[in-house]
């Protein structure tokens, strides 16, 4: 189904069905409907959303990038893309509830995650606001665990909103296994670890509550209250005299603006130059694929860029009607996703000799620069191709861009999977080092006519 229709409606038959059924059809928060051959999704967040915008500058392009921890079907990210707001939404795997997989049926950003005692995959100051509606943070030990790593991935300047327990803990919470009677201690447990964060509480509104990350620690440092460590020996999250990393711009301007690690030469060895070069040749680049894909019709809408770089791919397919996760393969020396979330894009950190955090069939698109020559010495062709003939969903499409001699190995494997595919010159022409395979699997495969 294209977008924007997928975003209301998933064929029923897509979804894990039938330990779905009787989790997914009933309730809150997400109450999904069946009608025939249908799953018909929610839009009840409207009002709970614009109660926020009174809370949360969420107009003007100051918050570009959310994270949703314990997102159930994505409702609240697909609300927020109205405010201009791209969101990751976060949710566990279970058998009962296979939330990620019907928000990325709806075309929605999503992956298998959950807040815990590790750390998520994604880099230090990188949502503008971390939002979490009863996912239910216990009031236990970890707690200060949990806190650090919501600080460790705010931006300096960033929102973190709780809604329901122990917010407003007067208010009944019927569907939830708490009493009110411990609620109270619940949050002034979790007031004195804000407090010890240095965060200072902007709004709290009926079960909403709002709390704002410091630009910097001076005023925490004046008063001694800066929490160094804890008896997990996790640090908080230094920030800098002045605005950590430096300023972001505000969106859409984020997107083409030099990011912060590169202007402050954070990150070593990447000049100013060579990203704007990049920038430029990921345009030429998108445009020359147009050639092969029809991008603009909304039959794309889930993207992945297997090897994304300083997320040129994702910057030039924003005039499109997709979303891009972008991946940086954790083997390599250059860290480059802190640069892709401050370009106001959103990404995660991936192995491709191990499986990807998702469910089969859930990307249009994938896109591999790269990365067969990288993994050539590791788990090789097969592994990846087999991972990506997983992720890939039905009549997707998938370009590879590499050397002349792996992207002839990668055919002989597209082949073997029953993938439609063509090896075609790059943008430059014959001359140039680099051959890419395209694969449009709406188009019969040769040996099987539909």
Not at 148 to 167: N, T
Not at 210 to 222: A, G, L, M, S, Y
Not at 434 to 443: G, M, Y
Request: with cysteine; proline share 7%; glycine share 8%.
């Amino acid at each position: 189904m294209a977008w924007p229709a997928r975003r209301d409606r998933a064929w029923y038959a897509n979804v894990e069905l039938p330990p779905l059924a009787p989790a997914k059809l009933a309730g809150p928060p997400d109450p999904v409907r069946a009608r025939g051959d249908w799953l018909v999704f929610p839009k009840g967040v409207g009002t709970y959303v614009e109660q926020l915008a009174g809370m949360v500058p969420l107009r003007g392009g100051e918050v570009r990038t959310a994270l949703d921890v314990g997102c159930g079907v994505a409702s609240f990210g697909d609300y927020l893309l109205n405010y201009g707001i791209l969101t990751m939404s976060i949710d566990r795997r279970n058998r009962h509830k296979a939330q990620v997989q019907l928000a990325l049926e709806r075309g929605l950003p999503a992956m298998i995650g959950a807040l815990g005692v590790r750390r998520l995959p994604y880099p230090t100051r990188s949502f503008d606001m971390v939002h979490c509606a009863g996912c239910l943070i216990p009031g236990n030990s970890h707690d200060e665990l949990y806190m650090l790593e919501i600080d460790r991935l705010l931006r300096p300047g960033g929102y973190w909103v709780l809604a329901m327990p122990p917010i407003s803990w007067k208010t009944q919470y019927d569907d939830l296994n708490r009493t009110a009677k411990g609620m109270p201690g619940e949050q002034l447990a979790l007031e004195e670890i804000v407090k010890k964060l240095c965060w200072s509480k902007v709004s709290e509104n009926g079960t909403i509550a709002v709390w704002r990350k410091p630009i910097n620690h001076i005023q925490c440092e004046q008063d001694a209250k800066l929490l160094r460590y804890v008896n997990t020996s996790m640090c908080l999250t230094r920030l800098p005299r002045d605005i950590a990393g430096g300023a972001v711009e505000k969106w859409p301007e984020r997107l083409t603006a030099i990011p912060p690690r590169i202007a402050s030469g954070e990150t070593k060895g990447m000049p100013i130059q060579t990203y704007k070069l990049d920038s430029l040749d990921w345009k030429k680049r998108v445009d020359f694929y147009r050639t092969y894909l029809n991008l603009s019709d909304g039959s794309y809408r889930n993207v992945m860029d297997m090897n994304a770089g300083f997320g040129g791919f994702a910057a030039a397919m924003s005039e499109y009607p997709v979303w891009v996760m972008n991946v940086v393969p954790a083997n390599l020396t250059d860290n480059t996703l802190g640069i892709i979330y401050e370009r106001g894009l959103i990404g995660t950190y991936m192995d491709w000799c191990e499986s990807f955090s998702t469910y089969p069939r859930t990307y249009d698109v994938l896109h591999a620069n790269g990365v067969f020559s990288l993994y050539m010495d590791t788990c090789g062709i097969p592994y990846i191709m087999l991972e990506m003939d997983r992720i890939l969903r039905p009549g997707g499409a998938a370009i590879i861009r590499d050397v002349p001699d792996v992207v002839h190995k990668v055919k002989d494997a597209a082949d073997r999977l029953h993938w439609h595919s063509e090896i075609v010159d790059t943008e430059n022409g014959g001359l140039d080092p680099e051959k890419l395979l395209i694969v449009d699997n709406s188009l019969p495969f040769p040996d099987h006519p539909a």
